[in-house]
């Protein structure tokens, strides 16, 4: 199940982009990170490093 990113949380650091293995992260217009869910392939990667934890499996 891909994730999803609380974009109140989500402080913009950018950490759970260089992690991602799909590059499946980018960031929006606001600086917050955002999924691509057609490509994540749910690995994990980001929840662990997000410092904030504003990522969770959905």
């Known amino acids: 199940m891909p994730v999803v990113v609380d974009q ?3 402080i ?3 950490a759970c982009i260089s992690v991602c293995p799909v590059d ?3 960031m929006n217009d606001n600086g917050k990170a955002v999924e691509d ?3 994540c392939i749910d690995c994990g990667a980001c929840i662990g490093v997000c410092p904030v934890s504003a990522i969770s499996e959905k």
């Open 37 to 39: 869910e057609d490509t």
């Open 8 to 10: 109140d949380l989500c």
């Open 24 to 26: 499946s992260l980018t």
């Open 12 to 14: 913009g650091c950018e």
